[in-house]
């Protein structure tokens, strides 16, 4: 106790000096303050852009050797565009997804390049092959400016954001309205896939970016037709380079037509040869197609084509999918569910990929991450100069009080007294300050939020979840800064009081 009482003593005494180390103290742990509320509020706006609007939480898709994201591949490809890897058995893993508890929804999504033409506008860009009601449920705080989410079980339609539509607009005139036909194309092995889709709606993402600009949602039937994949498991079960299935071999060119309706019941055989006394061969037609014959191949036919057009024209899990997206019933419970997700895939032996937002963005919300970082390291250098000019200001201050730690020492005081009466003093000097600088930093962030800053760069827009610099003071960063300031003040003694007391007792009071 009495340590303390001696400490206090102290630094009222010493009252001027130390207001100074205490006012630049506070000032740098209000610079921290301010600058980790900023990072929170960038940090929180990336995942809100992204997990609201794209990414969901979580997401699963197929393994592979170079890395894909929602939005194509992690890196740069020369040459022909490579194809992103379809998850095998997609229905199954979904159905998989759905026992895991804490997973609150789903949605199938596909991603290819698109090429969108309207009204003499042209430009590319990312396709999203979904099914309607349940992605525009999955992403409910997608806003649209015009038209409407497609209807349940509508077919062949298309949605486009904002920006493309006042490009649209700029070129025939008029702004597109819901029905409007958007061509959609695919250059792919040296030729074009070409489609036609019945504009639905306009979107607009928030934060409004030029690279959120690009993203085009599209009835999945529409993205699988122009990539060639397949519409039902069955078809994508096949390995690739397989042959098709092969159809009823045509009758023979010197079959009679006429016999085709003969009331004989055997079945078509190949052409035969008799061979005569001399060996010549004479060749014997074949028998005749029954009326019962030619009408089972008809009916066959009728149904495998009606079966074939039920399954291009239903779109559900079955058929060829690259991402299931995940919400989690929980944010708090993301890494949690994303464990559980791994465990039932890997008892199931379905190989797949499970990741968060961040991963399922890829290289597009890591181009915003080095953003930050950038930024972090501004913020951390002006904290590094201030916590040098803070140490140097302690240090100065413990060398004038030299002639007082020999006078101590030759009174009987140990080192390790010494030590204690600093410790206290600066520590405690320090958490003053630093409650100080977190009432100035609480103010500075109420004054950017009461007159918030704007900007226009797409980087910043996207790294701040929007147009507006809000700040965001969060109880870790309380925690953070008090943690910090303690840190400095512990530091901070440890140099001059060290290089204090290798001073002999006798000739530190000689020195004062």
Sequence with gaps: MILFRIALRNLLRRSRKNLAIGAL???????????????????????????????????????????????????????????????????????????????????????????????????????????????????????????????????GWVVITEERAKDIEKAQGRAPAPGDRILLSVFRNQSFAIREASLAGVIRYEPSAEALAQVILVDARIIRSLNGFAQTDAQSAAPPGSAAPAAPAAPAASQDIDSLFSETASPPTAPTVAKGEAGAGTEVPPAPVSVDELRRTFREARTAGEATAKAASTLNHEGSWHFILIKAAAASDRKRVAAAIRSELSLAGLPALVRDWRGTAGSVAAYVYVMRFVFDIGIAMVALIVLMLTMNSIV?????????????????????????????????????????????????????????????????????????????????????SLASVLGLGTIAWVIPVRLALRIQPIRAIMKG
């Design 25 to 155: 103290i506070a000032v740098s742990v209000a610079v921290f303050f301010t600058g980790n509320a900023i990072l929170e509020s960038s940090v929180s706006g990336i995942q809100r852009t992204f997990s609201e609007q794209f990414t969901a939480d979580l997401s699963v898709s197929a393994k592979a050797e170079q890395s894909f994201s929602l939005f194509g591949s992690d890196t740069p490809v020369i040459g022909d565009y490579e194809v992103q890897p379809l998850l095998i058995n997609a229905s199954e893993t979904g159905a998989r997804l759905a026992r895991v508890p804490g997973v609150e929804a789903t949605a199938y999504v596909l991603s290819s390049p698109l090429l969108v033409e309207s009204g003499g506008a042209r430009g590319g860009g990312l396709g999203l092959g979904v099914i309607g009601d349940e992605y525009f449920a999955l992403f409910s705080q997608l806003r649209f400016v015009s038209g409407s989410a497609p209807k349940p079980g509508s077919s």
């Design 396 to 480: 100065v201050s413990v060398f004038e009080r030299t002639a007082e730690i020999g006078t101590m020492r030759a009174l009987g005081a140990k080192r390790s007294f010494v030590r204690k009466l600093f410790v206290i003093e600066t520590i405690s000097l320090s958490l003053a300050a630093g409650i100080v600088g977190v009432v100035l930093g609480l103010g500075a962030v109420g004054l950017i939020r009461i007159a918030p800053l704007h900007f226009g760069n797409d980087i910043l827009i996207l790294l701040f979840g929007g147009s507006t610099l809000r700040p965001l003071v969060t109880a870790g960063n309380f925690a953070l």
